[in-house]
């Protein structure tokens, strides 16, 4: 693609989202529908396009060019399949968040504020493996109104592109639909032009490793959402459920351990009686457990687990702000001060009580789905669903006022907020 097509895509993409601002929740609702349908019923396709990625991957693999996680990411399976079409269907059944009503004031008699939800515009999405993330990002643009320029690995570049084939070929059939909502590039090249669009694309979401998002955080001018690694903690402390933290540090490392919301650091303070026996069960589950690391802060992504012992909870906050990734934490205790505490002064995303860090996930939080989690601080943080891909406008409506009449003093503002 010559820089000059993909400026033409990005314009393009542009054009799309601003008509896609005028679409009825019926018409979105219908495009989604049309989506889950078309998908269920081209998957032997898609699971043929799967296999050929597969076998490419695994030369990747050999190579030591793709990690074993990302391997793991890129397979499609009936399983997988059934998950995407239920979580279309999801997100079709989700209230429109475009166009709400947000705050209503009067700012003078005849003079009223709107604050109302809108799209961000055009959406820059580049991820790794993981062939499903077309079909959540997509339906989520599809109801939030936002167009997408998707960027896929190239380890999944077959499955990528029969997916989007089929999501458009379904969307040209929904009369009052845009086109050009969703495209596709699929070159290393197409992304540094990406990155330069800064005039056409209003936000970036990476969905990847370490390197690739800290690439993109220093190559582009645009707006970055995403979180760079998963270094995520769970804490035992000294009054916890032996069999609770047993079973959620289980679940937080095996349930899927290449997952950026996979435990990656055991606290454990000095005094839980029965410190002996949680390491014993996490290890006999298949866990190597680390005393040593090179560096706390650290994303294994595998079947291995650093712990420390710590003098106490403030320790084990201090350790976490220090070390972690601003992900999901969980503390595993019976004494409710402590875990409030714990919740309030650890500095995550996501932080938890006795459950597993594996909930991070917007399809569990009941999202529909997401397009990734966000450590940022500003516009929106966590599993970013279909909320996080609106803004606001303010809109003020009036008949002739001026601002000179209430500097002068001849009128007053009496900013009364109306249901």
Same mark, same amino acid.
């Given at each position: 693609?010559?820089?000059?097509?993909?400026?033409?895509?990005?314009?393009?993409?542009?054009?799309?989202?601003?008509?896609?601002?005028?679409?009825?929740?019926?018409?979105?609702?219908?495009?989604?529908?049309?989506?889950?349908?078309?998908?269920?019923?081209?998957?032997?396709?898609?699971?043929?396009?799967?296999?050929?990625?597969?076998?490419?991957?695994?030369?990747?693999?050999?190579?030591?060019?793709?990690?074993?996680?990302?391997?793991?990411?890129?397979?499609?399976?009936?399983?997988?399949?059934?998950?995407?079409?239920?979580?279309?269907?999801?997100?079709?059944?989700?209230?429109?968040?475009?166009?709400?009503?947000?705050?209503?004031?009067?700012?003078?008699?005849?003079?009223?504020?709107?604050?109302?939800?809108?799209?961000?515009?055009?959406?820059?999405?580049?991820?790794?493996?993981?062939?499903?993330?077309?079909?959540?990002?997509?339906?989520?643009?599809?109801?939030?109104?936002?167009?997408?320029?998707?960027?896929?690995?190239?380890?999944?570049?077959?499955?990528?592109?029969?997916?989007?084939?089929?999501?458009?070929?379904?969307?040209?059939?929904?009369?009052?639909?845009?086109?050009?909502?969703?495209?596709?590039?699929?070159?290393?090249?197409?992304?540094?032009?990406?990155?330069?669009?800064?005039?056409?694309?209003?936000?970036?979401?990476?969905?990847?490793?370490?390197?690739?998002?800290?690439?993109?955080?220093?190559?582009?001018?645009?707006?970055?959402?995403?979180?760079?690694?998963?270094?995520?903690?769970?804490?035992?402390?000294?009054?916890?459920?032996?069999?609770?933290?047993?079973?959620?540090?289980?679940?937080?490392?095996?349930?899927?351990?290449?997952?950026?919301?996979?435990?990656?650091?055991?606290? #454990?303070?000095? /005094?839980?009686?029965?410190? *002996?026996?949680?390491? $014993?069960? %996490?290890?006999? !589950? =298949? &866990?190597?457990?680390?005393?040593?690391?090179?560096?706390?802060?650290?994303?294994?992504?595998?079947?291995?687990?650093?712990?420390?012992?710590?003098?106490?909870?403030?320790?084990?906050?201090?350790?976490?702000?220090?070390?972690?990734?601003?992900?999901?934490?969980?503390? #595993?205790?019976? /004494?409710?001060?402590?875990? *409030?505490?714990?919740? $309030?002064? %650890?500095?995550? !995303? =996501? &932080?938890?009580?006795?459950?597993?860090?594996?909930?991070?996930?917007?399809?569990?939080?009941?999202?529909?789905?997401?397009?990734?989690?966000?450590?940022?601080?500003?516009?929106?943080?966590?599993?970013?669903?279909?909320?996080?891909?609106?803004?606001?406008?303010?809109?003020?409506?009036?008949?002739?006022?001026?601002?000179?009449?209430?500097?002068?003093?001849?009128?007053?503002?009496?900013?009364?907020?109306?249901?």
């Amino acid at each position: 693609m010559e820089n000059n097509d993909f400026i033409s895509l990005a314009r393009c993409a542009k054009k799309a989202s601003v008509k896609a601002q005028g679409l009825s929740s019926k018409i979105k609702n219908a495009a989604l529908e049309a989506v889950a349908k078309a998908l269920e019923i081209n998957k032997a396709k898609i699971f043929e396009a799967n296999r050929e990625d597969l076998q490419y991957a695994k030369t990747l693999l050999n190579n030591g060019e793709l990690t074993p996680s990302t391997f793991n990411r890129l397979k499609l399976d009936e399983n997988k399949m059934r998950d995407m079409v239920k979580g279309i269907i999801d997100i079709s059944r989700l209230d429109d968040p475009v166009n709400r009503t947000l705050l209503a004031r009067e700012l003078d008699e005849g003079l009223t504020l709107y604050k109302v939800s809108c799209p961000i515009g055009v959406l820059g999405i580049i991820f790794e493996a993981r062939p499903d993330v077309i079909s959540q990002i997509s339906a989520l643009a599809i109801k939030s109104s936002n167009s997408v320029i998707l960027k896929g690995g190239k380890e999944a570049k077959n499955t990528n592109k029969i997916i989007l084939d089929i999501i458009n070929k379904a969307l040209d059939t929904v009369e009052g639909f845009p086109k050009n909502l969703l495209s596709q590039i699929y070159s290393r090249e197409d992304v540094s032009k990406m990155l330069d669009a800064d005039k056409y694309i209003d936000l970036i979401i990476p969905r990847g490793g370490n390197s690739l998002v800290k690439f993109i955080k220093s190559n582009t001018k645009i707006p970055v959402l995403g979180h760079a690694d998963g270094v995520c903690h769970i804490y035992t402390d000294k009054n916890a459920d032996i069999e609770i933290a047993k079973k959620v540090v289980i679940d937080a490392k095996t349930q899927y351990s290449s997952a950026c919301n996979t435990v990656e650091t055991l606290l #454990i303070h000095k /005094d839980f009686a029965q410190s *002996e026996e949680l390491l $014993n069960a %996490v290890k006999n !589950a =298949g &866990v190597e457990l680390i005393s040593e690391p090179e560096t706390w802060h650290r994303e294994y992504s595998d079947l291995k687990l650093a712990y420390k012992y710590v003098e106490n909870i403030d320790k084990a906050i201090e350790h976490i702000n220090e070390y972690g990734s601003g992900h999901t934490e969980s503390i #595993i205790t019976t /004494d409710d001060k402590a875990a *409030e505490k714990f919740m $309030n002064l %650890v500095d995550s !995303a =996501g &932080v938890y009580h006795n459950v597993s860090t594996r909930f991070a996930d917007g399809f569990r939080y009941g999202f529909g789905a997401e397009v990734g989690i966000s450590t940022n601080k500003t516009h929106a943080r966590g599993p970013v669903g279909i909320d996080g891909l609106v803004i606001y406008k303010y809109k003020l409506i009036g008949n002739g006022q001026i601002v000179k009449d209430y500097a002068d003093g001849e009128k007053q503002f009496h900013h009364k907020d109306l249901k």
